[in-house]
């Protein structure tokens, strides 16, 4: 039996929605249930629900075979994994946001910027030899800048909509970002024709889009 890791959240629909067209069928509504181990039907496949965060961490160290995560935690945490996939859904883009009536918030001597995405943010920032001060936050970064607690803000962003509802304008994307299957060196050894058979039928699934 393989072991999938989906990430509670954004994603989570999604992946199930995915999982659906690849043939995996559950009992229930995993979404609403408050189990986090889920077997299919068939009897064949098994879903661990965690954090988006963790995800990687499961994948990488054994606790499941492949994972769906958000190219935005591959990026901050540069797991030791096989990326094997961009499932395609879930888009977004990470993005750098000021207050809406600041001109020229980026031309401080040193820049306060808050974000739950530091390794991103600093790499970013070192490339282009700005001086910035990093404020890592895990939650309601938009409140950072409102607050005056920081010049500007690095988040993921979809329709703009909370950005906008909090004052703050868009002035330069990252990267964008979708949900992507990663799985674990090992288990591809172990359970070769599983994984492929797998990644066969997700391949389908994406080629019938």
Known sequence: MLT??????????????????????????????????HTSVEGNLKVLI???KDVPTFVQYGGCDLGVVGRDILEETDPDLYEVLNLGFGPCRLSLAVPENEEEPLRKPVLRVA???PT????????????????????SIELAPLTGMSDAIVDLVSTGKTLRA????E???LFESTAWLVMNRLSFKRKHQEITEFIKKAKEVLDAS
């Open 171 to 173: 002035v330069e994307v």
């Open 115 to 117: 974000t739950k995405y």
């Open 50 to 52: 965690i954090r988006a």
């Open 4 to 37: 999938v890791a989906l990430p509670k959240g954004r994603l989570l629909q999604e992946s199930l929605e995915f999982l659906s067209r690849m043939g995996f069928r559950f009992d229930g509504n995993i979404e609403r249930s408050r189990r986090l181990i």
């Open 120 to 139: 991103i943010t600093e790499s970013f920032f070192a490339q282009r030899g700005k001086q910035v001060e990093i404020i890592t936050l895990y939650g």
């Open 166 to 169: 909090n004052r703050l304008k």
